[in-house]
């Protein structure tokens, strides 16, 4: 992929603004109001190349920075104005800081010259803090400007957007009436959580448009500029559809089925995590699916190839079958995640990227008892993985979360949202083990080491075979 922020992500980002907003096409007074370093300029900017995109013409007054720095910071986060500039469809418009009346007339005299000789069809202004602190005595002046914002929208027959500073530990502005006058108005914010940066945009007000959510997670990155982290929010839990059986006898005798979206939890002993299980549960995923879909293998804590060698060794060793081991991994999509360099918001995000891109039968992750029990605030993770639960459980994937023992609230908290739990039980002072099973509406079980072994092998067997059946070769169970 190239690193420059294509269009298309580019349209991403402005589809998902307008679910919030509205068409940004729109005449109307958008404000963008946020502390310093919040994106302001950068979420100006990024509507601007909108309109850049469709042809039009976007002109950018700035009271703050002078254009080459404009220019450099905003190639930083992919979005290429220079070059449109170029072409005539961006104008950068450096004007001195308001100080009085009389220069703020002559300001306005300059916006309104350049806008009637160059017909932009959007205007942002960078940023009207200064005009209205220096005029903030003066009420006449005052409710003149507030006019002349509105009148420019008519003038500009599109939208336009003002930006304004927040000082920091403020939520409210001294905007006077603009809030009043503006149809969208944006309050960019960030905060730290788990020593990283996270970003909101509060939608304060939208006219003529339902108001879904208040608070919109967002991330700015280098190349890719900013990024929307709506959660998919449901308002209504779906039903359950189609119901799958298990792949090995041992379990189809005591769970008759479970449904295709189901959520397994399987939890070990910190210092004891036998992978048999685990590999189970792929098992299940890929029988589940009729290994016509994949399995997105999410690692908290492993490299890809340690996950690889996990699988292959336990397929191996119970199957005897190396083909079999590289037919299962060749299933597999890994993903290693360091979860400590996202905030929550953006690690919920691209697990849900993740799934939208492979669109898997299931999809595990490893090791979730680690993250939660260095998460801090537990209340907003579970906030997250409900919704996350219930969007998944939307689009029918099976999921399973796989956990070291660590806290029992955690381990409370996880099995209580499952609708199937494994744990490992230790005998012999660890040095085997049996797995407890429970599922919705069934009784529990309690299944040695040896049968989940057996299990394994038929359930390797079977799905194998479902691959090879493709190929009209099938391979059978010996020993
Ligand atoms: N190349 C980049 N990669 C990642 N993040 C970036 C990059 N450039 C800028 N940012 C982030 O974007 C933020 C600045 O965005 P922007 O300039 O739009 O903020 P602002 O609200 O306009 O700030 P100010 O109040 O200073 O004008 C910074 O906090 C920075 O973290
Ligand atoms: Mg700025």
Redesign the pocket.
């Known amino acids: 992929m190239s690193d420059k922020l294509t269009k298309e992500n580019h349209m991403k980002l402005i589809n998902e603004l307008e679910k919030h907003i509205g068409n940004v096409n729109k005449e109307r007074l958008i404000v963008i109001a ?10 100006a900017s990024s509507i601007c190349l909108a309109f850049v995109y469709q042809g039009l013409k976007c002109l950018y007054v700035s009271f ?1 920075e002078p254009k080459e720095k404009f220019l450099d ?1 905003t190639a ?2 992919g979005l290429e104005l220079e070059k449109y500039e170029k072409i005539g469809l961006f104008r950068f418009l450096k004007l001195p800081v308001v100080t009085d009346g009389s220069s703020l007339n002559q300001i306005i005299n300059i916006i309104n010259k350049e806008v009637a000789n160059y017909s932009p069809r959007v205007v942002a202004i ?2 009207i803090s200064s005009m209205l602190k220096t005029l903030s005595a003066d009420i006449e002046i005052r409710g003149y400007l507030q006019n002349y914002f509105y009148e420019l929208q008519k003038m500009v027959k599109g939208p336009v957007i003002l ?1 304004a ?1 927040l000082p920091f530990g403020m939520e409210t502005i001294e905007l006077g009436n603009i809030e009043f006058v503006s149809d969208v108005f944006l309050i ?1 914010k ?1 905060r730290i959580t788990r020593g990283l ?1 996270e970003r909101f945009m509060e939608i304060r007000k939208v006219r003529g448009h339902e108001l879904t959510v208040a608070e919109i997670p967002f991330s ?4 890719t500029g900013i990024s929307l982290l709506s959660p998919p929010i449901l308002s209504e839990i779906s039903e359950v559809e189609e119901f799958v059986e298990m792949p090995c006898e041992i379990l189809r005798s005591n769970i008759p089925q479970i449904h295709k979206s189901t959520l397994i939890y399987y939890e070990y002993p910190a210092k004891f995590r036998p992978w048999v299980p685990s590999i189970c549960i792929a098992l299940l995923g890929l029988h589940a699916y009729n290994t016509l879909k994949p399995i997105l293998f999410i690692t908290y804590k492993y490299p890809r190839n340690v996950v690889q060698l996990a699988f292959k060794h336990v397929i191996e060793r119970s199957t005897g079958c190396k083909e079999c081991a590289d037919l299962i991994v060749s299933k597999l999509i890994i993903e290693p995640i360091n979860p400590y360099a996202y905030s929550l918001t953006e690690l919920n995000a691209l697990e849900n990227e993740l799934v939208d891109k492979f669109d898997p039968g299931m999809i595990i992750t490893h090791d979730v008892g680690i993250l939660m029990n260095s998460t801090k605030n537990i209340e907003d993770y579970m906030h997250l993985l409900q919704n996350q639960i219930f969007y998944f459980k939307r689009k029918g994937i099976m999921m399973a979360r796989l956990a070291s023992r660590i806290t029992p609230y955690v381990s409370k908290l996880n099995k209580a949202i499952s609708d199937l739990v494994m744990e490992v039980k230790c005998t012999n002072e660890c040095l085997d083990y049996d797995i407890y099973i429970w599922t919705r509406f069934n009784d529990p079980i309690l299944l040695k080491s040896n049968e989940l072994r057996e299990c394994i092998k038929e359930a390797t067997y079977k799905v194998v075979n479902i691959m090879k059946s493709k190929h009209s070769s099938r391979l059978d169970q010996r020993g």
């Open positions: 946020g502390h310093p370093g919040s994106g302001k300029t950068i979420l703050q910071e930083g986060v960078d940023s930006i500073e960019l960030h940066l700015i990155r280098s190349k």
